[in-house]
């Protein structure tokens, strides 16, 4: 699938496995001499617990709306162009999550952009995870672990 | 009037529904969605206390009034990760 922009700014949500080199494709270019691309990747061990795998579920609307979001507010805070990819549905361990590359004239810039944006989209995104493992499963909502069905209980 | 209402993650998994409408009366709030939304499912009655309401995709507060047709949802803290 040929990826477009919208102006310095690429956002997609995708239940496919990410791949950063056609972002940096897209972002790069003459005038951009530094491009930093962040991956967010399924980890092992969450809160002391063995993970199988995440299951993510998205409000997809406004999820690719407050991407885009934070993908113009960060292009007019750093000149820069910016691509924020995310997956939803079933990921393995060590399999990406996220992507976000970031494309400016110089590394400094670069890294404080992607920085701000991964930072920003963790913070406001409508995108949830649902941590399974061996004996149990939770949703992470920010700092609190909640039950997945009713009635369950959880360490909230 | 109809409200749309869209549940995800931890709303969706608890309930089993993905999405519902709800009749409304004129002049009601987000509050009020949340509330008819725990009289339907008594398993969502944490809702309003963890989530932030959003109305046609904006993140708005609990007095935001809602007009017919529109699409409601409840947001609870997102994905966690340092």
């Known amino acids: ?156 | 009037m109809q409200v749309r209402v869209e549940l995800f993650g931890r709303l969706a998994s608890q309930s089993g529904a993905r999405e519902l409408t709800l009749e409304m009366p004129v002049g009601a709030t987000l509050r009020d969605v949340a509330a008819a939304l725990a009289e339907r499912f008594p398993v969502l009655t944490w809702v309003p206390s963890i989530c932030r309401p959003v109305r046609n995709l904006e993140y708005v507060s609990w007095d935001t009034p809602v007009t017919a047709d529109d699409e409601v949802s409840f947001i609870p803290p997102v994905s966690g990760g340092v």
């Not at chain 1, 795998?53 to 007019?76: C, N, S, V």
């Not at chain 1, 004239?105 to 992607?114: I, K, L, P, Q, T």
């Open chain 1, 1 to 156: 699938m040929k990826l477009c922009m919208q102006g310095a700014v690429f956002v997609q949500i995708t239940s496919d496995p990410l791949d950063p080199a056609p972002l940096m494709r897209l972002v790069e270019g003459p005038d951009m001499g530094a491009v930093v691309t962040f991956s967010g990747n399924v980890r092992n061990q969450n809160r002391g617990r063995e993970v199988q795998y995440l299951e993510y579920d998205a409000y997809r609307p406004m999820a690719e709306r407050e991407m885009r979001a934070i993908g113009e507010e960060t292009a007019t805070r750093w000149p820069c162009r910016i691509a924020l990819q995310h997956r939803v549905g079933r990921l393995e361990l060590g399999e990406a999550s996220v992507l976000v590359v970031a494309a400016c004239a110089h590394r400094a810039e670069a890294f404080e952009a992607c920085r701000f944006a991964i930072d920003t989209l963790k913070e406001r995104v409508p995108i949830w995870k649902r941590e399974v493992w061996q004996d149990g499963e939770v949703w992470i909502e920010g700092a609190a672990d909640a039950p997945v069905s009713a009635g369950t209980d959880a360490s909230r």
